[in-house]
């Protein structure tokens, strides 16, 4: 629990980064040198609708070793390391990073003592043996920095949160920095309701909510330390992982500052990146096309052809599952995809009316109204009208609003199989729709529409490929190869003849 946690603990500060040089045992976790606990939390904006601000109780403030501010923990668990390299513990507790403070810095604050409730061990971690030599050694290449005020840290800056992890040699290229999602800014009167001596915030305090750290960084207007170019990839994966929307608690009179102002400022105030910086980053992908997806690609829903999207591999609760499983067993391993397109091409009106999962009035009209939602502005009338989709029967209501809810026909660009919604692309590709709603990652100027083709002959060509790839493989290329991969895709009995293979 927050409220236990001790100096002496390791304190996760910050979930797992996208490491192009690896990710050492201990990043992320910080040495607690100071704890104060916070009764008495009338800082709190009192008119708050966000749970966590309203449900306070008392907030664990921390002061960690190598960290620019103090952190308001979120209440609940938080994670801690158990066991920790022995010279890094000797090292950070004789060489201490926050000066002794007799007093606690926050209001209706107090220095912990004696036995902590909710806490699983009374001791620290254990100390191991180092994991790589005590000696010095050259540093590891860093990311290029600069530094700038606190208070014009903006959203999307890669800051430096973590300055040092004992031995400094090991440190890896961008290890310590991680991106701010939030910001807010404390001035005037309302100091003095947080802190006990509003001289320290030096006229100002930033308020970052930072992702990967569960809670508040506090900064004094002091200068800090951010990237001048973040791995593009890394940057992109975080904005699309995002950690915590807002703050974790909301401060009276703490106000968000204009984004444009901030922007202005930072221009001034970043230099240009060294020539070399963009080599530090690798790319992670070996397609290019997968690379543009990761750093252009958007997330939403959009039309797709039927015909691009992968078929089934596996129809929980479908009551032909049996047939695909025993079509399935007529091809090699993993194989169960083309199974059940073959199993598509055998199944008639009647079978998938017998369905329940087919059991809509009008899948042409669900589908164009879903596509009519998401193509309208978020949050509008018209977005509006197209959710209440008085025109459709309440069955198809649903049917709907299951698109558009948590549980849309899932399907990045490229992808080989849906992540979600196998029971209903076969209804629609059953209704003989040739474009379909589907939500996930696209580039958004490419038009996944054409070409479009009936699901029968889309299904009968998926099978035909297949065997007359399978058997190419095996033959040569010729009459007896095209005329044996029609006989195997025609009569499925005849596969019984062929060698097992993988």
């Known amino acids: ?111 912990p003592e004696g036995p902590r409730p909710f806490r699983s061990s009374l001791q620290g971690p254990d100390l191991i043996p180092s994991g790589s030599s005590s000696k010095s050694r050259p540093p590891r290449q860093r990311a290029a920095v600069f530094d700038k005020p606190a208070h014009t840290v903006m959203v999307g800056d890669y800051l430096q949160i973590h300055a040092l992890r004992h031995p400094t040699w090991d440190m890896r290229i961008d290890e310590g920095f991680h991106r701010v999602e939030w910001i807010g800014h404390l001035t005037g009167e309302a100091l003095g309701g947080v802190l006990n001596d509003p001289t320290w915030a030096r006229g100002r305090l930033a308020l970052a909510s930072v992702h990967g750290l569960s809670g508040i960084l506090v900064l004094p207007e002091i200068p800090v330390t951010v990237l001048v170019q973040p791995n593009p990839e890394r940057r992109r994966s975080d904005e699309d992982e995002a950690w915590h929307e807002g703050p974790f608690y909301e401060l009276a009179g703490a106000t968000e500052p204009d984004l444009t102002a ?34 252009d690609g958007v997330t939403r829903i959009r039309p797709v052809a039927a015909s691009q999207l992968p078929w089934p591999h596996g129809l929980f609760k479908c009551p032909y599952g049996e047939r695909a499983k025993d079509l399935a067993a007529t091809y090699p391993k993993s194989h169960s995809q083309t199974a059940h397109a073959e199993l598509f091409t055998q199944l008639g009106e009647q079978d998938f009316a017998a369905c329940p999962y087919h059991q809509a009035d009008d899948w042409r009209a669900v589908s164009e109204t879903v596509l009519a939602f998401a193509r309208a502005e978020p949050d509008s009338d018209e977005q509006d009208r197209h959710y209440d989709a008085e025109h459709l029967s309440d069955r198809d209501r649903a049917w709907f609003r299951s698109f558009i809810g948590r549980g849309p026909i899932r399907w990045d660009s490229g992808q080989q199989r849906l992540t979600n919604g196998q029971h209903r692309l076969c209804a629609l ?50 009459l007896l190869s095209t005329h044996l991969a029609r006989l195997l895709a025609r009569y499925p009995r005849l596969r019984a003849l062929l060698p097992k293979s993988e």
């Open 429 to 478: 590709r059953a209704a003989r729709l040739e474009v379909v709603p589907v939500y996930g990652r696209h580039l958004p100027d490419d038009d996944e529409t054409t070409p479009s083709q009936d699901a029968q002959a889309h299904a009968r060509r998926t099978v035909e490929d297949f065997w007359s790839a399978h058997v190419t493989a095996v033959l040569k290329p010729g």
């Open 262 to 295: 901030q922007q202005h400022a930072d221009a001034r105030l970043r230099p240009q990146p060294p020539e070399s910086e963009a080599a530090l980053y690798p790319s992670r992908f070996s397609n290019p096309t997968q690379r543009a997806l990761h750093l």
């Open 1 to 111: 629990m927050s409220t236990a946690l001790c100096p002496g603990d390791y304190l996760q500060i910050a979930s797992e980064r996208m490491a192009v040089d690896g990710v050492p045992e201990g990043e992320g976790f910080a040495r607690i040198e100071r704890v104060e606990l916070i009764s008495d939390i009338g800082f709190l904006a009192p008119d708050s609708t966000r749970l966590r601000t309203r449900a306070a109780r008392q907030i664990a403030v921390v002061f960690c070793h190598g960290m620019p501010g103090p952190v308001m923990l979120r209440q609940g668990d938080q994670w801690t390391l158990g066991e920790v390299d022995g010279d890094r513990a000797r090292w950070d507790s004789t060489h201490p990073w926050w000066p002794k403070m007799p007093e606690p810095l926050f209001t209706g604050g107090h220095f």
